[in-house]
């Protein structure tokens, strides 16, 4: 079990899709300048992170050699690190280059007491996601090996929220059919969070009961505001996750405009703020 007092912090990134120094790109967003200065980022964060989740959208194009330099940038992580597949990916070159991350049914491992499981949504050639009904075999015997463990979802697209959210397709998340399977599994254990890309967004729901966190990924961000269509804009982020007495916390962290600093505290001045230290009304009661 995670222990009851040391925080366990993990990053959930999402939606890289890395263009290599080789390929052409065609998208307007330098993805491996983000993923450069996200991985900067973890590597100064204290505690350091135990892990890392990559839910999927890995590169953009699916090309052979843009998996093989994303495999070098990612090995500057020194700390476990779980890729899911995307719209965007193709399966047989990732499995090429990330021998040891490809699997037909999902992954699955135990780090600091969390019991952390990806799934493969992606559909060749397709944009929505589902689930064989082979992996959700694999998902429901592996969840029962370690019943008593907190359990950590990754897969790249979202289930379904509610009945309808104006969209005509399923092409921005998991099918209803994946979706009602899944949580028929997952209401039977303890589950801290699903954690998805695919969507662009720092988005939060709750799942009939079941934490989902989304994060809007190192590509661009989608705006919510704008509901005549499909509408980016530049920036993006990553999530920092901590897990601490049971308890489970996720913040989006704005990586781009962690470079418009407007002012900084220190941590003795912090100190003046922290209510349990002697007020003057203290000193005049003793």
């Not at 780090?111 to 998902?139: C, F, K, M, N």
């Not at 059919?177 to 890309?197: K, T």
Request: with cysteine; hydrophobic share 40%; net charge negative.
């Amino acid at each position: 079990m995670p222990s009851e007092h040391a925080a366990i912090q993990f990053l959930h990134l999402s939606d890289l899709h890395y263009v290599g120094a080789t390929s052409e790109s065609t998208i307007n967003t330098n993805t491996r300048r983000h993923l450069d200065l996200a991985v900067q980022v973890a590597g100064c964060l204290k505690p350091a992170p135990a892990f890392v989740l990559i839910s999927g959208d890995l590169v953009d194009g699916g090309k052979l050699e843009d998996y093989r330099e994303l495999k070098r940038e990612l090995e500057r992580l020194t700390i476990p690190t779980f890729l899911a597949l995307g719209n965007h990916d193709d399966s047989g070159h990732f499995a090429e280059v990330f021998a040891d991350h490809a699997s037909a049914s999902g992954q699955a491992a135990i780090v600091a007491g969390l019991h952390i499981v990806t799934l493969d949504s992606h559909v060749p050639q397709r944009v929505y996601g589902h689930l064989q009904h082979e992996q959700l075999d694999w998902l429901h015997s592996e969840l029962a090996r370690y019943p008593e463990l907190p359990k950590i979802i990754q897969l790249h697209h979202p289930p379904v929220f509610g009945k309808s959210d104006g969209f005509p397709d399923e092409w921005h998340h998991l099918s209803a059919e994946s979706s009602e399977a899944l949580h028929r599994i997952l209401s039977l254990y303890r589950v801290l969070g699903v954690f998805s890309g695919h969507i662009h967004t720092d988005q939060f729901t709750l799942w009939r009961g079941i934490p989902c966190f989304c994060t809007a990924g190192l590509n661009n961000t989608t705006d919510v505001t704008y509901q005549a269509g499909l509408r980016g804009v530049r920036a993006a982020s990553f999530n920092l996750c901590s897990v601490s007495g049971g308890d489970l916390r996720v913040a989006a962290v704005p990586l781009l405009a962690l470079e418009e600093e407007l002012f900084t505290l220190s941590a003795e001045q912090l100190q003046k703020f922290n209510p349990s230290a002697t007020s003057p009304v203290d000193k005049e009661k003793k």
